[in-house]
């Protein structure tokens, strides 16, 4: 059974910097697509990054701007969303999912197979 967890999140002031983390488990993610989405309250759940585990190609939403990079560690099985230059706007819920066998980055939520309970990101102005 394939586990997701989310880490990381927290209160941060505007200007500061968040990087969560994805520990995985339950099996080999190298046939994994990773990706990473939040959602704000009242909002539907959207796309942020996304990673393939083998390769490493990754593709990005327009609103990140290059503030946000995503990076996996093959040995600890862990992904991260490092987030710079936070502002209110960014505050949402932030999950983390997988996809299997996908090989390819993917935004569409739907695309996804498993899914982390998430994690609160919340910055102060």
């Known amino acids: 059974q394939v586990q997701l967890v989310e880490s990381g999140g927290g209160l941060v002031q505007a200007g500061g910097s968040l990087r969560l983390s994805c520990s995985a488990s339950g099996r080999s993610f190298s046939s994994y697509t990773m990706g990473w989405f939040r959602q704000a309250p009242g909002k539907e759940r959207e796309f942020v990054a996304t990673?393939?585990?083998?390769?490493?190609?990754?593709y990005y939403a327009d609103f990140v701007k290059g503030r946000f990079t995503i990076s996996r560690d093959n040995a600890k099985n862990t992904v991260y969303l490092q987030m710079n230059s936070l502002a209110p706007k960014h505050r949402a819920v932030y999950y983390c999912a997988a996809a299997y066998q996908a090989m390819m980055p993917l935004r569409d939520r739907t695309r996804y197979d498993y899914w982390g309970p998430g994690t609160q990101v919340t910055v102060a102005s």
């Open positions: 990673i393939v585990w083998t390769g490493g190609r990754t």
